[in-house]
């Protein structure tokens, strides 16, 4: 069994009970982790009073606001860190967006914000939370820090459209900070999950069909669940995965590996 007793992280991107964030949140507070949540600020504090309510339940040390859009933000994140720990094991960088409008539609067609967005809060957002998380993780010799991608980074998927470039940057991005951080015993991996039912995913296009065209073609025969793209994040920040570093890791029930 992982055990996580005496280890300490942050997760970036739980914003509901459906997100991938909130799965691999509960599954490293059963094995015994000290969370640390951050949540988007927004002018109803729907989403501070989700992460609060959700926070409760793995009895997170700390939620603090942070929108990777906002050049203070992750350095004030990292200042709240410090005051409160010594030391950080994990990070885990589950965000991702686009505009609606550029997901349909002709890729060509897309906005030249809208592209850029999804690669500024998608992919580029990696480099300054990796940047700042690693003083925290050299104070306990090392760290792992992992990411969320999807298959979308290698392969045309129908309404995707600007995020494949983005997931595409951020795997890439990966291999670039693995070489940069290895040195100091901090890995950076990537889960490339397949698809799963949550919000976020409720705003691509022809969801459903995409859900059972992959259960058709994957070697398994079925979807993934959170559960397991959860269970297989905690393995990549647990020492059992100590020399993998710089990996994309499919849990997509074997779809990537089909010729359809």
């Not at 500024?120 to 990696?126: D, T």
């Not at 990966?174 to 889960?191: C, Q």
């Not at 698809?195 to 919000?199: D, H, R, S, V």
């Given at each position: 069994m992982?055990?996580?007793?005496?280890?300490k992280g942050v997760i970036l991107?739980?914003?509901?009970?459906?997100?991938?964030?909130?799965?691999?949140?509960?599954?490293?507070?059963?094995?015994?982790?000290?969370?640390?949540?951050t949540y988007l600020e927004d002018p109803k504090g729907r989403f501070e009073k989700n992460v609060r309510t959700l926070g409760e339940k793995v009895n997170a040390s700390i939620i603090h606001p942070c929108d990777v859009q906002k050049e203070e933000s992750i350095p004030s994140l990292m200042d709240e860190l410090s005051n409160k720990w010594d030391a950080?094991?994990?990070?885990?960088?589950?965000?991702?967006?686009?505009?609606q409008k550029?997901?349909?539609?002709?890729?060509?067609?897309?906005?030249?914000?809208?592209?850029?967005?999804?690669?500024?809060?998608?992919?580029?957002?990696?480099?300054p939370l990796s940047a700042g998380i690693a003083p925290l993780m050299r104070n306990n010799g090392g760290g792992s820090i992992v990411t969320m991608s999807y298959i979308g980074a290698v392969l045309a998927v129908p309404s995707y459209n600007v995020m494949?470039?983005?997931?595409?940057?951020?795997?890439s991005s990966?291999?670039?900070?693995?070489?940069?951080?290895?040195?100091?015993?901090?890995?950076?991996?990537?889960?490339s999950a397949g698809?799963?039912?949550?919000?976020s995913a409720s705003g691509i296009k022809n969801f459903s069909t995409m859900l059972q065209g992959v259960a058709d073609h994957s070697a398994?025969?079925?979807?993934?669940?959170?559960?397991?793209?959860?269970?297989?994040?905690?393995?990549?920040?647990?020492?059992?995965?100590?020399?993998?570093?710089?990996?994309t890791i499919y849990v997509d029930c074997g779809y990537n590996i089909m010729a359809n």
């Open positions: 992982i055990d996580f007793s005496g280890k991107g739980v914003g509901n009970p459906k997100s991938i964030a909130w799965s691999v949140a509960e599954c490293l507070h059963k094995y015994g982790a000290e969370l640390a949540l950080v094991d994990f990070l885990i960088h589950s965000l991702a967006f686009a505009e550029d997901l349909g539609g002709s890729f060509s067609a897309s906005s030249r914000d809208g592209f850029l967005k999804a690669q500024e809060v998608s992919a580029y957002s990696l480099l494949g470039p983005a997931k595409a940057a951020l795997e990966v291999r670039y900070l693995a070489r940069e951080f290895g040195p100091e015993n901090i890995r950076i991996n990537a889960v698809p799963i039912k949550t919000l398994l025969k079925r979807n993934v669940s959170q559960n397991e793209v959860a269970e297989t994040t905690a393995f990549l920040c647990n020492n059992a995965s100590s020399g993998i570093t710089g990996q």
